[in-house]
Each structure stands twice: as C-alpha cells, then as structure tokens.
C-alpha cells in the first residue's frame, strides 16, 4: 500500500540554524506531495505543497522539492525560528484513484527551536 | 471567510456511550473527510463524504459511521466507546473529493477523551 516515511524526531535545533526534515514516500500510483504543520493544541495546517516532479514547493521561508527519481519530498528552512516549533507531517494524495481518495501521513517530526 | 468549523473542541466520555461530533465545512466546500489522531497510530483515514454520499471509507470498525446533510455539514457517531477511542478527531473539507492539487483544509478538530 501508499506510505510515508518521515525521519524521527524530535529534532532540536537552535535559532537561525538550517532545518532538514527527510520525508519519502511509497506509491502506487501517482501522488501530489504536501507538507502540514500542527502547533500545540491546534489541527494541521498546509505548508507547501508540490502536485509534480520537479516542482518545488514553498511558503514561509519552508521549501520542498518533488523527486520523483528518490521518492523524496524533503523539507528544508535556512534559518528557523522559535515561532517554527510545532509537529511536521509529510503526506501523499493519489492523483489517479477517480473519486476515492485520501490523504496518506507520515508519522509526523517534531521540531524544537531553542534562543 | 470563515474555516473548518468543528464541535465540540473537547468531549469527556464513558465506555460503552456513544458520542457524535460535527463538523461545518468551509462555505463553498462540498466535500468532507474525517481523521483521528492518536499518538500510537497517527492520522489515520476514517471516512470521506461528498454530497450526502460516503466515498471512501477506512479501516475502522462498524461503531465508526457518518453522515453528511444537504448544507455539506458532516457528521460522524461513535458507538459503544472504548478507552482506545480516546483521540483528537480531525475533519478536513475541500471543494471537490481528492484536492490533488491544493489538498485539504482542516479544522482545529474535537479532543475525545473515553474514561
């Protein structure tokens, strides 16, 4: 079946500095690509998405390009802040299943940014 | 305009009761999926409706159902409640089943604490 496989967390990291969160993923057919956010307390928010190779993805300084060749969708920041701490899901939705569809998490990364 | 509305934001529950949560979609959306959260499990897949009609359903037991009403509002029943159910339940709306292409928005969703 579809699967997403983020790296572990928690994942602490100190202000200004560059954040990498990997994500991968399975598919059997053909997927778009998205990243969500949840702050404590809160449901998930979208962050960026990509709907095809190559295409990458950004919103907030967070990027994410679509590697079709690796089957990655990697998130990346340059300079994170305190305000960026919060839960981090990749996930997959299928773009060929008709009009069955929903979205395949990734266990989730938590992200700690200290001053 | 207004997002993902849902209700109640935390509910307290006995085993072996029943529990409805709501959920009012995002105006114009028409298509409502549902998701629970569980630090064990994750986010996992529980139902999609689109038009009063259920599209694609998960891997839950019968005691998970839902509904959707002709002003796309959805909601789902739990019955006889265990302890495992104890959960953050997400809904999702978007304008048309399977956002391929700018995904779904989710509510802040309904903590479900069975005691």
């Known amino acids: 079946g579809d699967s997403v496989t983020q790296m572990e967390g928690p994942v602490t990291l100190s202000e200004e500095a560059f954040l990498t969160i990997n994500c991968t993923y399975t598919?059997?057919?053909?997927?778009?690509l998205f990243w969500y956010v949840q702050y404590p307390g809160e449901g998930l928010q979208l962050l960026l998405k990509?709907?095809?190779?190559?295409d990458k993805g950004s919103n907030k300084g967070f990027e994410a390009t679509y590697r079709k060749e690796t089957t990655s969708f990697h998130l990346e920041k340059g300079s994170v802040q305190v305000s960026d701490s919060a839960v981090y899901f990749c996930a997959l939705i299928l773009r060929d299943t008709g009009t069955a569809s929903k979205l395949t998490f990734g266990t989730g990364t938590r992200l700690q940014v200290t001053l | 305009k207004a997002g993902v509305t849902q209700t109640p934001r935390y509910l307290i529950k006995t085993r072996g009761q029943q529990v409805t949560l709501s959920c009012s979609p995002i105006?114009?959306?028409?298509?409502v999926s549902w998701y629970q959260q569980t630090p064990g499990q994750g986010l996992q897949f529980l139902f999609e409706y689109f038009s009063e009609t259920q599209r694609n359903k998960g891997n839950f037991p019968g005691r998970f159902s839902g509904r959707q009403f002709s002003n796309s509002r959805s909601e789902m029943n739990v019955s006889t409640l265990e302890l495992g159910d104890s959960a953050l339940y997400l809904c999702?709306?978007?304008?048309?089943?399977?956002?391929?292409?700018?995904?779904?928005?989710f509510g802040s969703g309904t903590r479900l604490t069975v005691v």
């Open positions: 105006s114009g959306h028409r298509s």
């Open positions: 598919a059997t057919g053909y997927p778009s």
């Open positions: 990509a709907t095809k190779a190559d």
């Open positions: 999702a709306s978007s304008l048309i089943p399977g956002p391929v292409n700018y995904g779904y928005t």
